[in-house]
């Protein structure tokens, strides 16, 4: 009797043993198969926040007919919305920097500082909810451009030796324009953001819950959902 009591316990420890070793051979192809899915998530990103920029500068060297309209602060500001911070800045500086050799005026001693205030309102459009409202970012827009005029403006007087309240003055109609046109631009920040989502697949949690579904992985392995894109996967 005693005899069977111990075949029993031994059978029994065998077998969570073996279980325990299906769900890690399990555990670890998923794990695989989330870092290869963030890693294209990773590249696509790149890829985009490159269109981003591209896009932005190829806009505005066409619109510059039209004064004080200008569409970089609208993708920078969506790029720091889907990205985060550092995103959102680079694309406000790197597509004023491309954009300005084809602009008249060029590339200039002015160029670090508007580069600085495209950088800022993409920077700030990072602090957005995930899902602001169009309160939220029509604050964030009129923020992100103010603070460009203020540098702009602040650094004008040293190009024409004027006072500053006199750069502020005359700009005055053009800061109105830029307002109006960035507020006319940011009601389609929403959609903009929506769709990029939608069709590019950039909600991790999302694509780490279908891989653990695709492997049939019970909840109490849902950790994985946790993992972002500058988490490391453990290999």
């Known amino acids: 009797m005693e005899l069977k009591l111990k075949l029993k316990k031994k059978k029994k420890k065998e077998e969570k043993q073996e279980s325990k070793q299906e769900v890690s051979a ?29 896009g932005a500068a190829l806009l505005r060297i066409l619109m ?27 694309v406000g500086a790197s597509s004023l920097f491309v954009s300005n050799f084809f602009m008249f005026g060029g590339q200039g001693p002015w160029t670090i500082f508007q580069a600085l205030g495209f950088g800022i309102a993409g920077w700030l459009g990072g602090m957005l909810r995930k899902k ?46 830029h307002l109006v046109s960035n507020l006319i631009f940011a009601l389609g920040l929403p959609f903009a953001k929506k769709f990029v989502e939608k069709k590019g697949g950039f909600n991790e949690k999302d694509i780490c819950i279908n891989i653990l579904n695709k492997y049939n992985i019970s909840s109490k392995f849902n950790w994985l959902k946790r993992f972002g894109r500058k988490e490391q996967l453990p290999r």
């Open 26 to 54: 399990v555990q670890r192809v998923a794990v695989r198969a989330v870092q290869k899915q963030l890693q294209l998530l990773n590249l696509k990103e790149v890829l985009l926040l490159i269109g981003f920029t591209v």
């Open 132 to 177: 602001a409202s169009y309160f939220e970012v029509a604050l964030i827009v009129i923020l992100g451009t103010l603070i460009f005029e203020i540098i702009m403006n602040a650094f004008t007087p040293f190009m024409i030796g004027s006072s500053i309240f006199v750069a502020f003055a005359l700009a005055l109609p053009f800061i109105m324009t």
């Open 64 to 90: 510059q007919a039209v004064p004080s309209a200008e569409p970089l602060t609208f993708f920078a500001i969506l790029a720091g919305w889907l990205f985060g911070r550092s995103r959102g800045f680079a």
